[in-house]
């Protein structure tokens, strides 16, 4: 998959010529990296509208079902961890630790705790935000399919109806360690529909006989999750037409975004290409065993770049505080110093090694990130959930 990638790299940009795309030359700098500095523009605004797949319509009754669902620790074993926890809309559907604390935790953002005593890890990875995740896949066109949007930070499911019921089987996050894999689907089935509340919320989102099944509890969570959009940042404005939307500097920052060749991974409306990359971020230490992502290559999905005010800190494991240090991870990796002991520098992704970084121009790259942030999404907290547990967990401080 990865090996495959350079071809299909140089048959795209032979397709994007025959289709009469801008391609971006640059004249910088003479040498061997010039010769990789020629990128497609290929940056958009996100859409106004979102798709949902043929066999889970959205309608405004399984979006509330969905949300109540999302906010109730309920779906956990322990009956401790919500959703909501992890993502929740006071951090942009995400959070601020790097990586996550669910089973036997206690409190919320930066205080988010292990109750003692505890037997439960922490969870593998940095929780990415909800938001925008129903645009996941989409290409530089415009297209995406929401039946097969690729999921996590290795891609290993797709679409957010199978993504819903992953956090729920997994110990570390909602499970615990009463019940096995097996059994906590079955459980939080049995719960639902002995909540007379929630029987009733299903029938009036699925017009179905016995519409409490687990498959409608995740399409119930995924359309609620297709709800949560922030299209509309400054970018977006600027890229719709609205000239005014970036300042002079922002528009320069964007230009040298493009010029020191980002968008070669981080493209599309998304600014994902939502394809694996080696790029060797540095490895986070509470974890006992290396993360090695997929196929145990050390390769990871190219984040989307939109609201970084909210996923910091950033990468797969939350060991980069902030852009800057980012910046910074790029100019040593793309002079071949790997920064994770695990990866050697011959199998760093070229696309990251032949990008062309200087000091200077990362000021104006983190202010042109910056106008990716949106902060006007649906932020509702439910004010009760139907199971009269704990609105999104044990977050109380
Ligand atoms: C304990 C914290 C925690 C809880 C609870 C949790 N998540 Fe997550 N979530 C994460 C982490 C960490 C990841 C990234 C995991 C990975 O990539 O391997 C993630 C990833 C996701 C993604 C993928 C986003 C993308 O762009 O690929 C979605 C969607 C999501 N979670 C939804 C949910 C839903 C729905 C629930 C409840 C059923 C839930 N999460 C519960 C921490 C949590
Ligand atoms: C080779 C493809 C590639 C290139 C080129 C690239 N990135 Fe990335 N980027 C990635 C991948 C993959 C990750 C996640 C890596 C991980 O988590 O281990 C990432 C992570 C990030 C993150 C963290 C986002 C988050 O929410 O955690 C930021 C910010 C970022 N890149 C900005 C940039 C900038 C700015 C440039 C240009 C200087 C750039 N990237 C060039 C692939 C790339």
């Known amino acids: 998959m990865i090996a495959a990638r350079l071809p299909h790299m140089f048959l795209y940009s032979i397709l994007l010529l025959a289709l009469g795309c801008k391609e971006y030359t640059p004249s910088r700098k003479e040498g061997i990296k010039s010769e990789n500095r ?43 961890v919500a959703c909501a926890t992890c993502h929740h809309p006071s951090s942009g559907y995400t959070e601020t630790l790097d990586i996550s604390i669910g089973v036997n935790g206690q409190g919320f953002g930066s205080k988010r705790a292990f109750k003692h005593p505890n037997n439960i890890p922490f969870t593998k990875r940095n929780a990415q935000s909800i938001l925008n995740t129903a645009f996941n896949g989409i290409d ?130 998304m600014f994902s290409d939502f394809k694996l990359h080696v790029i060797s971020a540095p490895p986070n230490e509470k974890l006992n065993v290396p993360d090695s992502g997929f196929q145990n290559t050390f390769a990871f999905r190219t984040p989307s770049l939109r609201n970084l005010r909210f996923t910091f800190p950033f990468m797969h494991n939350g060991k980069l505080g902030s852009i800057r240090k980012i910046l910074e991870f790029y100019e040593d990796v793309s002079d071949g110093k790997p920064r994770n002991i695990h990866v050697v520098k011959d199998s760093l992704d070229p696309l990251v090694r032949s990008l062309d970084l200087t000091v200077k121009e990362m000021g104006p790259i983190i202010n042109f990130l910056l106008c990716l942030n949106d902060q006007d999404f649906d932020k509702e907290v439910p004010g009760a959930v139907p199971s009269g547990l704990q609105v999104a967990g044990n977050i109380a401080q």
């Not at 290929?42 to 906010?71: E, W």
């Not at 530089?140 to 999921?151: C, D, F, L, R, T």
């Not at 110990?171 to 360690?177: C, F, I, P, S, V």
């Not at 995740?218 to 709800?227: D, G, M």
């Open 38 to 80: 020629t990128v497609s523009v290929r940056l958009s605004a996100l859409p106004k509208q979102v798709k949902s797949p043929s066999n889970n319509p959205i309608n405004t009754a399984k979006v509330d079902l969905g949300r109540l669902l999302f906010f109730d620790p309920i779906l956990s074993g322990n009956k401790d």
């Open 140 to 269: 530089i066109y415009g297209k995406y399919n929401p039946a097969e949007a690729p999921m996590f930070w290795d891609l290993r499911v797709k679409s957010l109806e199978s993504q819903a019921l992953e956090p729920i089987k997994a110990l570390e996050e909602m499970r615990g360690t009463n019940f096995s894999e097996e059994e906590i689907l079955p459980e939080v089935l049995r719960r639902l529909k002995a909540n007379t509340e929630y029987v009733t919320l299903f029938e009036s989102a699925f017009f179905e006989s016995n519409p409490v099944t687990i498959d409608n509890m995740a399409k119930a969570i995924a359309a609620y999750e297709r709800t949560l959009i922030a299209n509309n940042s400054r970018f977006d404005q600027y890229m719709r037409g609205h000239k005014n939307a970036l300042s002079e500097s922002e528009i320069q920052g964007f230009e040298l975004f493009k010029e020191v060749g980002c968008p070669k991974c981080h493209n599309g409306p």
